[in-house]
């Protein structure tokens, strides 16, 4: 592996960023203060550009950054360089000495070999590992000195991802989060990477659990250029409760929703999607250079693939037998749905070979994802992982459906129509988005989307609308717009009215929640 990828060390070259960080610190004369990712110094300056009488120990995993370090600070006594691995280091993971102010840009997504990856897993069990900013955030904060204050730059997936869900706990629990700014990668000069958005996240370290929960944090963002960061105080910002966000879902932080779609949400008497429907996700041969192909090469990303022929093309519905074993005969390509932002119905633009030799390599191989296979070939509803601006659904009409695309399959047929309507709609983008504000569909977002049981004459008015889509689409007039902004006002009005006795709701008893890092670390 490339140091780019076993560092992924993205050095914070931005002044008005510095200059924000260092600010909200509010760094005294003696502080002790901790950079755990020490990179080619640029905290450490600006600290000691405001004030030089306190004391730096500066870590930095790379060898040849901590020689520069080094050399760069030799006739500075009160700042220490240490050549380590943060994460793995004994004296921070037993908090051998604790800090008054934390500091850094720790690692983005950094890759780790197989031995670290399971030392990560044995050291936070409670964390997901494969990201590094999280485990350094986590980390860091066990070294605060109770009234210590951490200010780290890092992306912004943390806020509403299921996988940091163990984080965000005890984040809110454990600190008072101060402020939180929310920017755009691209303030970031000269770097690209995987995340459209990062954040500055800076907190007070904390362990009246009642308190922390009564503080309300700051958020900054509608930044338009990163000179404003230097100037964030004279910016409008919002605040939300720490308890609030403590009793959202996953403890996710829905910070640009509406008021009556967070309720909504947070109600734990309203039916959820995944009390209508299964949520899976779908297929994945191991190797779809060779068993994908494309129907044609003017389909999109279709350039490396070889073309379907239309002799092999399945035209028909496949037997029990072949479903489970694979196709005898010479029409072995069926239709597969893949992601991409189609309404209602998808052609079928790919095929996978779903012969008898390659179905009997599929099973074999450790590289396939034969996950949810009693859902293949069934009548249900295709929503992309990945969503561009809004969330699509379109029906999957007996095909298979790869790992790119979660599957909704409702326990009762007569919400099938229902369904595909709403997840088009604007209002269950806006609740997605709420969700999950990242651009990822996961199964587990998919199944938190409230869901309002209708009347039967509004159940009644969706499906014939759907009707009319499905009709009009297979027969090739695509003029629907009329029908598409009569389902919205429909969703719209139900879903801002939800407090109608036309909600139906359910019970269940009372769960005592325990804390998901309890006795990490003793």
């Known amino acids: 592996m490339t140091d780019t990828l076993i560092y992924q060390a993205y050095y914070t070259k931005s002044d008005p960023i510095l200059e924000y960080m260092v600010e909200m610190l509010d760094i005294q004369p003696d502080d002790s203060i901790l950079e755990p990712c020490g990179g080619d110094g640029v905290f450490v300056d600006k600290i000691r550009y405001y004030i030089k009488d306190v004391n730096i120990d500066v870590l930095e995993l790379n060898s040849k950054s901590v020689d520069l370090l080094k050399k760069k600070y030799e006739n500075c006594h009160r ?49 997901y590992t494969k990201e590094s900013y999280t485990l350094f955030l986590y980390l860091c904060i066990r070294n605060l000195k109770p009234g210590g204050r951490l200010c780290f730059i890092i992306p912004d997936t943390f806020l509403s991802l299921h996988r940091h ?14 402020e939180l700014s929310l920017f755009p990668s691209k303030f970031f000069p000269g770097v690209k990477f995987g995340y459209a958005n990062l954040c500055i996240i ?25 000179q404003q960061l230097a100037h964030s ?5 919002v605040t939300i409760n720490q308890d609030k966000v403590y009793h959202n879902p996953s403890f996710a932080f829905m910070i640009d929703s509406s008021n009556y779609l967070l309720d909504l949400i947070n109600d734990e008497k309203i039916l959820k999607i995944g009390d209508i429907a299964n949520c899976v996700t779908g297929f994945y041969s191991g190797n779809d250079k060779i068993y994908l192909h494309p129907a044609n090469r003017g389909i999109k990303n279709s350039k490396n693939y070889s073309c379907a022929s239309p002799a092999n093309i399945r035209h028909r519905e496949l037997n029990v037998k072949e479903k489970i074993n694979g196709i005898s005969s010479i029409d072995y390509l069926i239709p597969i749905v893949k992601g991409g932002s189609i309404e209602y ?18 099973r074999n191989s450790k590289k396939c994802r ?43 047929s007569k919400w099938m129509k229902y369904l595909l309507a ?69 969703f719209s009005k139900l879903y801002s009215s939800h407090n109608d006795n036309k909600v139906t709701h359910y019970h269940t008893n009372p769960v005592v929640y325990q804390p998901m890092l309890a006795g990490l670390f003793g």
């Open 79 to 127: 700042i220490k360089i240490k050549e380590t691995d943060t994460l793995l280091d004994e004296d921070i993971i037993l908090s051998c000495k604790t800090y008054d102010k934390i500091i850094g840009n720790p690692p983005y997504g950094a890759r780790h070999d197989e031995r670290k990856r399971q030392q990560l897993s044995s050291l936070y069990p409670n964390l």
């Open 165 to 178: 869900e163990g984080l965000r706990e005890y984040l809110l629990t454990n600190t008072k989060i101060i």
């Open 202 to 226: 800076t907190l007070e370290k904390s362990e009246d659990i009642e308190s922390n929960l009564l503080n309300n944090i700051v958020i900054r963002k509608d930044y338009t250029n990163v």
């Open 233 to 237: 105080k004279e910016l409008p910002y």
């Open 345 to 362: 119905i998808k052609p079928d633009n790919w095929y996978m070979d779903w012969s008898e030799k390659a179905v009997a390599e599929f």
């Open 370 to 412: 034969f996950q949810n296979s009693e859902y293949y070939f069934k009548e249900g509803i295709a929503i992309p992982m990945i969503r561009s601006s809004k969330i699509t659904a379109s029906i999957l009409d007996c095909r298979l459906f790869d790992q790119s695309i979660v599957g909704v399959f409702p326990f009762d």
């Open 422 to 490: 709403f997840f088009n709609s604007k209002v269950c983008n806006e609740i997605i988005s709420i969700v999950n504000p990242s651009t990822n569909n996961s199964a587990n977002y998919i199944k938190k989307i409230p869901f309002l049981t209708p009347d039967e004459d509004t159940l009644y008015r969706v499906n014939t609308l759907v009707e009319h889509i499905l009709s009009d689409l297979k027969n090739g007039k695509y003029k629907i717009e009329s029908l598409k902004i009569e389902l919205d006002d429909i």
